[in-house]
């Protein structure tokens, strides 16, 4: 998914301005309004306290007021100020980070300790001690309608971790176990340092050694996911993909456990099963797609246009899935 960013020269910007004049760039924009309806926290230590307290993700935002940023304040102008952005700010702290061009504010440092390099807009989730947790998948630069219900669902992702994590700090080995294959899930270890983890955790029960399987099936499949993530990529070689994934399925292997790998894998074989006539397995995928997102209330980066949520998507394939199984 490509974002639009923009890059600045921040250091030559900031010596053109005089403090007095930063200062109030800084506080006008702490003063608008979208800040306080958020219930956006201006102080770091104060946001990881609150994320301490109550175990819950940070959405960190980082934006540039040392000159005007189109995007940030598209992104202010509309997702944050939506009337339904307050309700889904209740379930997390929000933290917005200004780079102000000052010396004497805190944590001006901090966007490029959190992955920034001097882009702006920047968003990212944090844990409970400012560690990355994942990034926004670019849900911010939506409409809100479809920008606050994506932002939500990787919210929860973080939200999920943090909770199995905090089992696992009191748990016995079968928390512990699972806190392995959340870290996988999350990207902070890989397949080959979780099965060593594992070694020294006992014996994995059925259900864990599928788990086990599903990690190893998103590991083999990552670098398609990846590369079919970052450039528009046509039919034939989404098929394709779809094609050589079902045939994993139908050798008994378990599909991905999490997102994005998850998505893909299924939609992917929705796509081969289409050409292919193939009701078995699109009724399949459309039932695996279903479970993970059938609550959703947003919907997918990479639907078409006319595929705004969820909901119709799941429409469109039910039709499509009824022509397949209609008598010829």
Sequence with gaps: MRSVILVLALAGTALAQDDKTLAKQRDDKLAESW???GGWLSDYSKALSEARKANKPILAYFTCTTQPMPYCQKIEAGVFSDSKFPEFSKGY????NITSGLKKDKNQDLLGKKGGKNQFPYMV???TEGNVLCGTESWEFQDAQR???GL???GKRAQWFLDVKKKASSGGNPEK???VFAQVQMDQIKIDEAQ???AGLGDLTADQKTVLEGLKVRDEIKATVEQFRKKATGFEDLSAAGKKWNEIRKAGRPAPPWVPELEFYWRCILLSARK???AESFEAALKALKARFGDSAGGSLYFHVGQETWKQFFDGCTQELERMKAPK
């Design 152 to 154: 939500d669902d990787v």
């Design 276 to 278: 292919e006539k193939d």
């Design 93 to 96: 702290v929000l933290y917005v």
């Design 147 to 149: 920008a606050i219900p």
């Design 125 to 127: 989730w944090l844990d």
């Design 177 to 179: 176990i699972d806190l």
């Design 196 to 198: 060593k983890k594992l």
């Design 35 to 37: 800040v306080k309806a």
